[in-house]
């Protein structure tokens, strides 16, 4: 195997957010994992008071919900691709009222907030592409 091509690989690699990629062609296979492994055997510091980073309280993770797609595709934050978004950060939002939509293959799911609350954090941009299960909006809960 040439390295010239395992080189090349990788710098194309590093320009995308693609993690892992697996080629297999005349009985050769290549594959390359980018994602940092964790390395949990390190003995654990013990960790003086720190002073937050950021100024906003910390809730509580109960009083917070993750918002996470249900489906692969491109995700939107309105009601159609050209829509202006139905939420923004600080929106209030009911149980069951659409955040959005996730377009796979021209099948449209509708991206509903399961609880009632405030959008805190949006975690996705308008027509990006999002995976199974990948969060999308906070929502502090009422």
């Known amino acids: 195997m040439n390295m010239t091509i395992l080189e090349y690989l990788n710098e194309l690699l590093k320009k995308t957010r693609i993690r892992e990629l697996t080629i297999e062609h005349g ?26 980073k ?24 309105g009601k159609t691709k050209l829509a202006p978004p139905l939420v923004k950060l600080n929106s209030m939002v009911k149980e069951g009222e659409q955040v959005g939509m996730i377009d796979c293959m021209g099948m449209v799911e509708k991206v ?12 996705i941009d308008n027509h990006k592409p999002v995976e199974y299960g990948q969060p999308l909006f906070v929502i502090e809960k009422e």
Request: net charge positive; no cysteine.
């Open 27 to 52: 009985g050769t296979k290549i594959y390359i994992n980018r994602t940092p492994k964790k390395i949990e055997d390190k003995p654990k510091e013990k960790k003086t008071a720190e002073v937050p």
């Open 54 to 77: 950021e100024s906003k309280p910390v809730q509580p993770e109960e009083k917070r919900y993750i918002l996470k797609s249900n489906s692969v595709g491109i995700f939107y934050r």
């Open 112 to 123: 509903v907030s399961p609880v009632a609350g405030k959008i805190v954090e949006v975690l």
